[in-house]
């Protein structure tokens, strides 16, 4: 037998032991598989783990409780789950060129989450503890402890506005760090659409943020972070960099120099199933500095680590160092800028004119469309996006006047530049074959829309076509 037709019987032998006691549940994962299969799919955020990943996710390691740190468990029996958290950072560590590494956060908010109460543990309650003369907060008086409370709440973050690209953890109202900070956001300069770093010093100078974020879920562009610290220097802030998106760029050594966050930012946190082809999940790297804030982060926000998704982490990490995944990475760039030249070549507009990172932000209004339109007649046509808010989005956040497009996924496919070209006609064909629909009331409608059969059987028959010649998992026969 081929290894590939034993890890097929294998999974055959699982799915059948899930099928006797939820048939629904393995019929719903089985046709998930089907569907990744078979969608053509430019979500920015998304990407295809590998076998080793995903197998990894699948064991006993899931029921170990493990609260504390690597040697210091508030468990017994935790030498397997040391053993596996600490393969992770020291990956990550080495990686990233790291001081510190922290893996046991679940996703990218709780990362976060963890990453802003470190940093204010570290800036406003360490100072406070030392100024009343105590060791811990359990020490404190009531009146100390409510004075201390109280500046927890005076504190400021100065983010990414989510319109310009930034991420709703970056101080969005509707999200807990909009309500336990004071904030304000920077966006980005209305001509070029570019980050306009001498605004966001003047800002900074006048607001005197403790935290600085920088980072993006919907920017199409590279970030220098030595300009970010210097604006942090200036006015003493913390700089916290958020590179869930392109965190395999970085690890692929696309993002170096002044584009690299690590050797700039005194936190950064990640999503580690984004670019970087991880499992679902989170982490936190820092200075020395930060490392004994971070490492509380149980029981600061956190409880038990997810052990499984720690070695899943583990071996992604150990992936994410080997040349292909330098080649992965690259190609990823590539390929954003292979999709952003067809697209442009094409008469489409997008944000800032192009990309240098992994995603496309395109602005559908000249095809007469909204975001929510486009995005719709675009699933119909087999091509799976999401929309997005364009900077200023004269339709809102709900229905937005944005597409966005990003290439992790398709790259782990093996798509080249030229089937990008390929996917940038099929798009630009779909969108010119798509007309906004009138509501029933006869008034222009923002979601409904029409899209002419011929063109959605073209398209659909182009990404078979693509879909066929870059199989996903082969082998893999459920
Ligand atoms: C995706 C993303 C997150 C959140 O990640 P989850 O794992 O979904 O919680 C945080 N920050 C940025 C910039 C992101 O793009």
Sequence with gaps: MSDLESISSAYQTLFSMIEAVEPRVAAATRQELTDQRNSLKLIASENYASLPVLATMGTWMSDKYAEGTVGHRFYAGCQNVDTVESVAAEHARELFGAEYAYVQPHSGIDANLTAYWAILAHKIESPALAEFGVKGVADLSEADWENLRRRFGEQRLLGMSLDAGGHLTHGFRPNVSGKMFHQRSYGTNPETQLLD??????????????????????????????????????????????????????????????????????????????????????????????????????????????????????????????????????????????????????????????????????????????????????????????????????????????????????????????????????????????????????????????????????????????????????????
């Design 197 to 478: 770093y001498d605004a966001l010093a003047a800002q900074a100078r006048e607001f005197k943020p403790l935290v600085i974020v920088a980072g993006y879920s919907a920017y199409p562009r590279r970030v220098n972070f030595a300009k970010m610290r210097e604006i942090a220097d200036e006015v003493g802030a913390v700089l916290m960099v958020d590179m869930a998106h392109f965190a395999g760029l970085v690890a692929g050594k696309v993002f170096t120099g002044d584009e690299d966050p690590v050797p700039h930012a005194d936190v950064v946190t990640t999503t580690t199933h984004k670019s970087l082809r991880g499992p679902r999940g989170g982490m936190i790297l820092a200075t020395g500095e930060y490392a004994p804030s971070v490492d509380r982060g149980c029981p600061l926000v956190l409880g038990g680590p997810l052990a499984n998704v720690m070695a899943a982490k583990a071996v992604a990490l150990a992936e994410a160092r080997t040349s292909a995944f330098q080649t992965y990475a690259q190609n990823v760039a590539d390929n954003a800028k292979a999709l952003a030249e067809g697209l442009l070549n094409r008469d489409a507009t997008l944000v800032t004119g192009g990309t240098d990172n992994h995603l496309v932000l395109l602005d559908v209004r000249n095809f007469g469309l909204t975001g929510r339109q486009a995005e719709s007649a675009l699933l119909d046509a087999g091509i799976v996006t999401n929309r997005n808010a364009v900077p200023n989005d004269p339709n809102g956040a709900w229905y937005t006047t944005g597409v966005r497009l990003g290439t992790p996924a398709l790259t782990s496919r093996g798509f080249t530049t030229s089937d990008m070209d390929a996917v940038a006609d099929m798009i630009v064909s779909v969108l010119k074959a798509t007309t906004p629909a009138t509501t029933a009331a006869g008034k222009p409608g923002k979601a409904k829309y029409d899209l002419t059969d011929d063109a959605r059987d073209a398209s659909q028959a182009e990404a078979q076509r693509l879909l066929d010649l870059h199989p996903l998992y082969p082998g893999l026969e459920l």
